[in-house]
């Protein structure tokens, strides 16, 4: 599986970006999918998850609610529709997808990696 993470760029407080994270081939319905951000000097943080073939989607405490995670079959897409952006959203965003199928807040639990688009959030 390869993945590639696009649609960053700078944007002002409050504002909406939506990320896209596209893969080759096309994932079993029973993997999880994933966003991690990480910021400047900071550890790689979850963003949020979802289970490739449907069921709950989890997200992290400080993006609930402004945060969107969905996926198009279709397009072999996953997105991170985010809005009511803040200057501690900035940094780079990765998206992941883990084999065992549950979406885990742990990035142990995922296996591939796209390379990241960076998101910068301005006052």
């Known amino acids: 599986v390869q993945l590639q993470a696009y649609g960053g760029g700078l944007v002002q407080t409050g504002d909406s970006l939506r990320l896209s994270c596209t893969f080759s081939?096309?994932?079993?319905?029973?993997?999880?999918m994933a966003w991690f951000r990480q910021a400047p000097g900071k550890e790689r943080g979850f963003v949020g998850a979802?289970?490739?073939?449907?069921?709950?989607?989890i997200y992290a405490d400080s993006v609930k609610g402004r945060f969107t995670i969905s996926r198009d079959n279709a397009k072999n897409t996953m997105y991170l529709q985010m809005s009511s952006l803040k200057p501690v959203d900035t940094a780079v965003y990765f998206c992941?997808?883990?084999?065992?199928?549950?979406?885990?807040?742990?990035?142990?639990?995922?296996?591939?990696w796209g390379q990241g688009t960076q998101v910068t959030v301005s006052s």
């Open positions: 992941a997808v883990g084999s065992r199928g549950v979406p885990s807040r742990s990035d142990y639990e995922y296996d591939y």
């Open positions: 081939g096309r994932p079993l319905s029973s993997y999880a």
């Open positions: 979802l289970r490739w073939g449907g069921g709950s989607t």
